[in-house]
């Protein structure tokens, strides 16, 4: 059968006065059905473009698709129309976005725009979208909830308003769900408790989820695999347990050290990584991570790195991913 969503080596180009911008250079993955995908790197690194280009969000100049495709449900977004894929927004693949406060309208109540997708896409009348707008607030645990649809969104708080973001992208029961970075503006615990939401959901509909973060730490727990970043690319690809226990790229390496749990131990310094990533319209000409990559050498700097497959589908674009006794380097992360 088909995969739930396949992207093939998807890039996606904007065309700007200042040159051209590759903003999404050759993006591959696989997802299925009840599967959690992880997207990690830091800001800029095209975790958010690749997923707004996936949802059919940047599709106008001066952004252009230059080459590959989304296939969902075995068949191509990239053929559809306007308006199908409106209704696959509505439907089949939701995203959450970063701050809940410029997704929702802050003149609507929240009752009608929770049930607006539902009265669009699915026909429901004006009480019965207000009925399951009810449901959804009770089902992301917001108390009292036939009081709270009628508020507005200044009336609730950041976490209760992430809630409201959830239970919006879950209104018509999404094949895919597409968080953005769900919890970076909340606190550790509302953080844990949203993550646990999600993964409810998850356990009672079956669908898949495509986490995005800038930090590892966050799809340690719940993700089945990960694609790391970095500007524009996957740079690493494999198992959550291939990418903490046996990374072949020294970028997740960097990653891994900046997880602030892996530096309890003393002998684990924290350590960020130094300097900032490549502007994307004049890409170095070797490996983009070489100006920061503290192993770099002279290769690095003409080359760049083609993917380095294993057996298991694991890969990495780094000159070095399959010499052991290069990854000697690799941050210490043990298993317990
Ligand atoms: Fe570092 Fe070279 Fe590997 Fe790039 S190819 S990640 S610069 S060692
Ligand atoms: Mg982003």
Known sequence: GHHLLEVDNLKMYFHT????????????????????????????SGKSVTH???MGLIDMPPGKIEDGDILYRGESLLEKSE?????????????????????????????????EGLRLHRGYTKQQAQERAIELLRLVGIPNPEKRVNEYPHQFSGGMRQRVMIAMALACDPDILIADEPTTALDVT?????IELMQEMQQKNGNAIIMITHDLG????????????????????????????????????GLIRSIPEQAVDEKKPLTPIHGNPPSLVNLPKGCPFAPRCPYAVDVCHEQAPEYITTETGHYSACHFADDPAFLK???????S
């Not at 199908?84 to 009608?112: C, W």
């Not at 380097?329 to 298993?335: E, L, M, W």
């Open 17 to 44: 006065q200042d040159g051209v911008v590759h903003a999404v250079d050759g993006v591959s993955y696989t997802l299925d059905r009840g599967e959690t995908l992880g997207v990690v790197g830091e800001s800029g």
């Open 190 to 194: 509302i953080q844990a408790q949203i």
């Open 52 to 54: 707004m280009t996936i």
């Open 218 to 253: 966050v799809v340690a727990d719940m993700a089945d695999k990960i694609m790391v970043m970095y500007a524009g690319r996957p740079v690493e690809f494999g198992t959550a347990d291939e990418i903490f226990y046996e990374s072949r790229h020294p970028y997740t390496w």
């Open 83 to 115: 308006e199908e894929m409106r209704h696959i927004r509505g439907n089949d693949i939701a995203m959450i976005f970063q701050d809940p406060m410029t997704s929702l309208n802050p003149v609507y109540k929240i009752g009608r725009q929770l049930g």
């Open 329 to 335: 380097f690799a941050p210490d992360t043990s298993r």
